[in-house]
């Protein structure tokens, strides 16, 4: 557990934000929908034993015309089950504001650093509110996506989208928090965001330095090429 502990603190840390784990929702065909963490792109979902175990409680919302449902995460071997299979036109959120707080050294300096990963996943292309910390939401066509920060448009902030196979592109947002990807293949696509707020703060009596916010959108396209097959399962780290 020791290993595990050190790849995540280097994986977490500030200095390598853009490569942090994400966590990610996704839902199998006839099953309920599914948090997991690790590396989209990679095809790698972490494990319980092993990286998954880092999560308190991941507490996920389901979102329809109707009103909304909120509900915790059901930890299993790969991830937390929640008790939504949404219909077309739902969403749902989810994030963990309580991830184990973690310190790194940034030179000779001990920096402690807060991981605030989220996640939504969406039906449709319609835009939504935000309603997360740090939100990504669709932008009312295919490709496009806003990115938003405590209920405002974050402008430059970077974004990246990824296929399962590993194909990536990297674009930023304009002044209103907008971008735009072609989408070449049918299938899902996970759009991903991290930004760091540096304003040091304590949390339940704990003294941090910045938080670490990395939030995805998993979104599904309809039309398009046949996608890329995915490469072997990456080992997840124990």
């Known amino acids: 557990m020791k290993t595990s502990l050190?790849?995540?603190?280097?994986?977490?840390?500030?200095?390598?934000a853009s490569q942090a784990h994400q966590i990610w929702i996704e839902q199998e065909a006839g099953g309920?929908?599914?948090?997991?963490?690790?590396?989209?792109?990679?095809?790698?979902?972490?494990?319980?034993?092993?990286?998954l175990d880092s999560f308190r409680k991941p507490v996920a919302t389901l979102i329809t015309a109707k009103g909304e449902q909120a509900a915790d995460g059901v930890k299993s071997a790969t991830g937390f089950t929640l008790p939504f299979k949404p219909a077309e036109g739902a969403a749902i959120v989810a994030e963990d504001a309580a991830f184990p707080l973690r310190k790194f050294k940034q030179g000779e300096k001990e920096i402690t650093s807060w991981y605030y990963p989220a996640a939504r996943y969406a039906t449709g292309v319609a835009e939504q509110p935000a309603k997360l910390t740090?939100?990504?939401?669709p932008g009312g066509q295919s490709g496009a996506f806003k990115v938003f920060f405590k209920g405002q448009p974050l402008p430059k902030a970077k974004v990246?989208?990824?296929?399962?196979?590993?194909w990536t592109r990297?674009?930023?947002?304009?002044?209103?928090?907008?971008v735009h990807f072609d989408l070449p293949w049918k299938g899902s696509y996970v759009v991903e965001a991290s930004h760091i707020d540096r304003t040091p703060g304590e949390r339940a009596g704990e003294p941090y330095d910045g938080i670490n916010y990395v939030t995805t959108l998993h979104v599904t396209q309809a039309r398009?090429?046949?996608?890329?097959p995915a490469g072997p399962a990456a080992p997840p780290n124990k």
């Open 134 to 137: 740090f939100d990504i939401v």
């Open 224 to 228: 398009g090429k046949a996608p890329i």
């Open 6 to 16: 050190v790849a995540l603190a280097v994986l977490l840390g500030f200095a390598s």
């Open 170 to 178: 990297e674009a930023h947002t304009d002044a209103q928090g907008r």
């Open 32 to 51: 309920n929908a599914v948090i997991r963490f690790g590396e989209f792109g990679e095809n790698l979902r972490e494990t319980s034993p092993g990286l």
């Open 160 to 166: 990246d989208i990824i296929v399962q196979s590993g």
